[in-house]
């Protein structure tokens, strides 16, 4: 079976015996062959879920029927297979080649768009930030020491920051971590936790949140379904009482339930209104502690992979201040390596792994992120490149254009910064650096139980050791290492192999994809006979990971990572740390630690003899091994937590500082909950950004208005504030945004639904309006209804750019919450992005209109000449992203109108900001809206808030990751049968 010439002769048998059956497919199938090795794509292609040994056997029964019907049959049926997958190979491939070069001209097309704006060339020759300089790689001093962190403490002792961490996928807990559990309990789980645990115990920092899901399933452990969890070891000499970094729970999704990442996106918003209840409770409480009674905001909200992406951009742009976003392993370049295997269509890609929405969830972190932090240069050259909304070479000019003051047009890019991840390092002791301390053996304690389990797998477990620590994916290619053991006597006699494969009780149980690694890494054990030199124990508690390396290191062995791409590698640091020289792919992460550390080999991970070869370069060269390890020894430190820390800090703090902007009213927060004051309980706070308006959604009108500011201002603290009823206590409150396309038929549909409320016996209901429509054409329709403005609370207009509350002086019916403009303004390009969409969208082929009269400071209106030519809403944001234009786009009016609001604004953030400001709480917030309607209903669909979809109003379907339609606050009901819905969501008359 050397070489697989078997396979070779079975496709040579299909050829020379069936001829006849193949007819004019024969030269497609010899082209086939002759373009790529037959072994691998027979084996690797063809036949998934078998391996060589069954497709030997598969041959010796053909051989053993020659000139039978049944070897005939066999050998027909086999050549069809092949033809068949060998052309949809074809097809995928040829397919997403298509693709690529329609992007590549997309993009191309886009960003020569934006550099036409930006003619300057780069006058300060900016370099992309790094954290280390390659160039003094050998020798590099510790850092980190006492005198640094005490000169850092000194620099940050008023500081008091409250930083929120987002995670909300996998199991999280600070003790005995389960990583390798499944694929979403890894290196992110233990990264976030270390992280927050690390930041706690920083000068300058107060308190710090892990938010992530709790879970209370009798499958898991009983812990995650804790609320709180206090971090040891993370509170300082100074902390208060609520000081230190605490893991907070937050339900969210199906009750008693664990879930895999792919299926907690439609539970998105659920999980936002949850934290942003907590973190608004601890901005108050953390105010009353430290800030005399102001609240403490957040420095920012730091969301970790694409789920918690998408979370901490809404809470941020909820509460308006920073937020930081890390990545861990991005959707595009996930998506760009399962097509080059060509198994599977975009189309099944996405219905498995949600890999789209993914995407989309990480150009929004792009949207609305001050600070991408990012491990290694890969993530940004390799991965960030690939997406819509960044682009290397126009980041550095935007860059190099805000420091000269130069306009940018309305184009806004997110800071790249790298900053690897820390590592916890108080296992070393001085003489590390210079001798064994990193490895000393402590002959007076007996050996941890963890080396005996490993030990029992070898004949002679003194050898050295080859050590793998990886979850059983194929992206670890774990199978390509065991090939390169098993295939080099010199290897397998010089050393022993250690797999630590995460934890498992029966193959049966894990997940496929994990069964199916593990068995192929077990028949090759089998196939090889590496019985007596290949360790691989079932189990292992996160607590034995330092003790395994020690093992490995005494018996001066190597650690090895030989995945296709690493994004990181933080296996690598704890083994350097411990003493260990690596052997490591070249691509990702694996570079930039080599080039700091200077402690191993980098290999080609596709190159099975290559892996090999590197291995044996260091166990045959022993002053090779011992100055990787002194050197890994050496420079180890660069990678510490506080070094991480302080780094993180100062690029924190470097951000504006936003918050909201505005004041709560004196004495109110003590309010109770249930007082009967409904209205803006201190008028003087308010006449201060609030605007009596007619016709505020005009851009002259507003400008107009601003002249008269203080005289209006000074006649409002004269009015009664009881004018301007807030819906902040009232219960429920009924949120009206179905999206009509008629004006009438809106107008009758709101008077319907307010008169079956009314009907029901809800005295203390509140009404808002939320709609794309300007202020001025719903007070056309209230009258044509006849009906008043201040029979609702408030009104979100023009898709949630505008708030106004409604004002009895007939002649100034409206009242515009300025303050809100302040609190959306965030990366909004203001005329210059007016400017340059208006020079876009007049250009003949984008068939758009700039519509002035439904035009406002914050929200640029166009009419859609032909809709049927017009780019769909999601193509239209990539063509903004490529030209770095952070705004949403959407349609209304069945795609006969587009607007351009505030990346901070929608209509479902309005309400967000309703909550944050006047405690209008969403959980007693009721939303109306249609099946289907402008661009951006399905937003207003899932939360904390209650909703009823009005069967028959528009059309149109929500997509199924997006919205969890099996949510018990979600029904369904007709126009004449509102009071039934009311009765499905058990609310109750007041």
């Known amino acids: 079976m050397a070489g697989n010439d078997w396979i070779n002769s079975y496709l040579e048998a299909i050829l020379d015996s069936e001829q006849e059956n193949i007819g004019r497919n024969s030269s497609l199938l010899v082209w086939e062959r002759g373009g790529f090795s037959p072994t691998r794509y027979f084996v690797e292609e063809v036949i998934s879920g078998f391996d060589e040994t069954d497709l030997f056997k598969t041959w010796l029964k053909v051989a053993a029927t020659k000139g039978t019907q049944e070897r005939s049959t066999r050998l027909e049926n086999m050549c069809w297979r092949i033809w068949n997958l060998a052309r949809r190979k074809k097809q995928i491939e040829g397919e997403e080649a298509r693709r690529l070069i329609k992007r590549r001209i997309e993009r191309e097309k886009a960003r020569k768009d934006a550099t036409a704006d930006m003619s300057e060339e780069f006058s300060e020759g900016e370099r992309p930030d790094t954290v280390f300089d390659s160039s003094s790689q050998s020798g590099t001093p510790r850092i980190c020491s006492a005198e640094a962190i005490e000169s850092w403490a000194r620099l940050q002792k008023d500081e008091k920051l409250y930083i929120v961490l987002i995670s909300l996928h996998g199991l999280v807990r600070g003790e005995n971590m389960e990583l390798g559990r499944d694929s979403d309990t890894g290196g992110q789980v233990k990264y976030v936790v270390e992280l927050a645990r690390a930041l706690g115990t920083m000068p300058g920092v107060y308190r710090v949140d892990l938010l992530t899901r709790q879970v209370s399933d009798s499958d898991v452990d009983s812990s995650y379904g804790e609320p709180t969890e206090m971090l040891s070891g993370s509170i300082t000499e100074n902390g208060g009482e609520s000081s230190g970094a605490y893991i907070v729970r937050i339900p969210f999704g199906p009750k008693n339930k664990y879930l895999a990442k792919e299926l907690l996106w439609p539970y998105i918003q659920e999980f936002v209104d949850g934290a942003l209840t907590h973190v608004f409770h601890m901005s108050q409480v953390l105010g009353d502690q430290i800030n005399g009674g102001q609240p403490v905001w957040p420095v920012a909200i730091h969301g970790h992979y694409a789920d918690a992406g998408e979370a901490a951009a809404l809470i941020s742009s909820s509460l308006n201040v920073p937020m930081v976003f890390t990545g861990h392993s991005l959707g595009r370049d996930k998506l760009e390596q399962l097509m080059k295997q060509g198994r599977q269509s975009r189309e099944e890609i996405n219905a498995k792994y949600k890999i789209m929405r993914r995407i989309e969830a990480e150009e929004v972190c792009l949207d609305s992120a001050e600070i991408i932090i990012t491990s290694t240069r890969q993530e940004i050259d390799g991965q960030w490149c690939l997406y819509d909304g960044f682009d290397v070479v126009l980041e550095r000019k935007l860059r190099a254009r805000i420091r000269r003051g130069v306009s940018c047009y309305g184009r806004f890019m997110p800071r790249m910064i790298i900053i690897p991840p820390g590592m916890e390092f108080n296992h070393l002791v001085d003489g590390d650096a210079d001798g064994d301390g990193g490895v000393e053996e402590h002959p007076v304690l007996p050996d941890p139980p963890i080396w005996a389990e490993i030990m029992r797998f070898l004949a002679n477990p003194r050898k050295p050791m080859i050590l793998a620590i990886a979850r059983p994916d194929p992206k670890k290619n774990i199978v390509m290492l065991v090939k390169a053991f098993g295939e080099s006597r010199a290897l397998r006699e010089l050393a022993n192999l250690t797999l630590i494969m995460g934890n498992r009780d029966t193959i049966d149980e894990m997940p496929s994809t994990s069964a199916s690694m593990l068995t192929a890494v077990l028949k090759l054990i089998d196939k090889y006979d590496l019985y007596g030199q290949v360790a691989y124990p079932k189990h292992h508690r996160q607590s034995d990971v330092p003790e395994i390396y020690r093992l490995a290191a005494k018996t001066k062995g190597v650690v090895i990572n030989p995945a296709f791409v690493e994004p990181f590698g933080l296996t690598l640091i704890e083994a350097a740390s411990h003493g260990l020289p690596m052997v490591a792919t070249k691509n990702g992460g694996p570079v930039d630690i080599q080039k700091v550390l200077d402690n191993g080999l980098l290999v080609d991970p596709n190159e099975q003899e290559e892996i090999a070869g590197a291995l044996l370069k260091l166990f045959a060269d022993r002053q090779l091994w011992a100055r990787c390890r002194q050197n890994g020894l050496n420079n180890i430190h660069l990678f510490s937590w506080p070094q991480h820390c302080m780094t993180y800090l100062s690029r924190l703090t470097s951000c504006s500082r936003r918050q909201p902007k505005w004041r709560r009213s004196h004495g109110g927060e003590s309010e109770s909950p249930e007082s009967p004051n409904d209205s803006l309980r201190d008028f003087n706070d308010?006449?201060?950004?609030?605007?009596l308006s007619m016709d505020g959604d005009s851009v002259g009108a507003v400008e107009n208005e601003n002249k008269a500011l203080n005289s209006v201002c000074s006649k409002m603290n004269n009015h009664n504030a009881e004018k301007f009823g807030l819906p902040r206590m009232k219960n429920p409150v009924f949120v009206l945004a179905m999206d009509c396309d008629e004006d009438e038929e809106f107008g009758g549909l709101i008077k319907k639904i307010i008169g079956s409320v009314r009907e029901s016996g809800f005295s203390r209901s509140g009404f808002i309006m939320s709609t794309s429509r300007t202020v001025s054409v719903v007070k056309g329709i209230l009258t044509s209804q006849g009906m008043r403005p201040v029979e609702f609370d408030a009104f979100v207009c023009s898709s949630g750019s505008d708030i106004y509350y409604p004002s009895e002086d007939p002649d100034r019916p409206f009242a515009l919450d300025e303050e809100y403009h302040a609190h959306i303004a965030y990366r909004w390009g203001g005329e210059d992005l007016r400017r340059t969409l208006v020079r876009w969208a007049d250009s003949e082929e984008q068939c758009l209109t700039e519509d002035e009269q439904r035009s406002s400071a914050y929200c640029l209106a166009f009419s859609?000449?032909?809709?049927?030519?017009?780019?769909?809403?999601?193509?239209?944001?990539?063509?903004?992203?490529?030209?770095?234009?952070?705004?949403?786009?959407?349609?209304?009016?069945?795609?006969?109108?587009?607007?351009?609001?505030?990346?901070?604004a929608s209509r479902s953030q309005a309400l967000r900001y309703l909550y944050v400001r006047w405690g209008v709480e969403l959980a007693k917030m009721v939303v109306f809206v249609g099946e289907g309607g402008s661009t951006d209903y399905q937003g207003m669909i899932y939360g904390s808030h209650k909703t009823v979809i009005m069967r028959g109003v528009c059309s149109g379907h929500a997509m199924e990751?997006?919205?969890?339609?099996?949510?018990p606050n979600i029904v369904w009901a007709d126009a004449h049968a509102i009071d039934t819905a009311l009765s499905e969501l058990k609310l109750l008359p007041t």
Do not use: W
């Open 864 to 904: 859609v000449r032909n809709p049927e030519k017009v780019a769909a809403a999601r193509e239209m944001r990539k063509l903004l992203r490529t030209q770095a234009l952070r705004c949403h786009v959407l349609y209304s009016h069945d795609g006969s109108k587009l607007q351009a609001i505030p990346v901070l």
């Open 961 to 967: 990751d997006a919205v969890a339609f099996d949510s």
């Open 686 to 691: 308010i006449s201060l950004n609030l605007k």
